[in-house]
């Protein structure tokens, strides 16, 4: 007889899990992948005015071997594309990406041959924020969704069910459009 055996089915996991994503939401430090002018607006969220310190991103590095978070802010040119995807291969897991601003979300009004039309086809996007360029205080909205999203993230096989069940339930819904009949 363990103790196991007194609690209720799933509580000790549950606690785990609500730890960890408590952890991981609290000691995100961001690598920065500022390519215009929307650098200049996530420069002034670290700011005093801002103060992304307060929850818990004080250190903005440059290197991506301590980074959990990546912000690519402004827009991504063909040629800076294989070195965006090699920082984010350095990055160690679990690992999230903002995409800041129209630029690096979409291609914004660079729609042309040397500009990437969306961060999304080079790495996975976790929250994409909207903007020419967005204000410092949506970036830390942003931040904090993403925080929401990791705290409620769960662990191991319960993880592996959940993503199962998402897709399954995504499967089943109705399309959004009806092929046309001739």
Not at 97 to 122: E, K, L, P, T
Not at 158 to 164: K, L, M, V
Request: aromatic share 6%.
């Amino acid at each position: 007889m363990g103790l196991q055996e007194h609690l209720p089915a799933g509580f000790l996991l549950t606690t785990v899990e609500k730890l960890a994503g408590h952890a991981r939401s609290r000691s995100m430090w961001p690598a920065t992948f500022g390519l215009a002018c929307c650098a200049f607006e996530m420069m002034h969220a670290g700011g005093p005015r801002h103060d992304l310190g307060r929850f818990g991103m004080e250190k903005f590095g440059a290197t991506p071997r301590q980074a959990d978070l990546m912000i690519v802010a402004g827009r991504v040119s063909q040629k800076m594309a294989p070195v965006l995807r090699q920082i984010y291969d350095q990055m160690p897991g679990p690992k999230w990406v903002i995409s800041m601003g129209v630029c690096a979300s979409s291609g914004g009004m660079f729609n042309n041959y040397a500009i990437v039309q969306g961060v999304d086809h080079i790495v996975p996007v976790d929250i994409y924020l909207p903007g020419c360029p967005p204000r410092p205080e949506m970036l830390m909205d942003a931040i904090l969704k993403l925080h929401d999203q990791i705290r409620h993230t769960r662990l191991g096989a319960n993880r592996d069910r959940e993503i199962t069940e998402l897709e399954d339930a995504r499967l089943r819904q109705a399309p959004l459009h009806h092929p046309r009949t001739a």
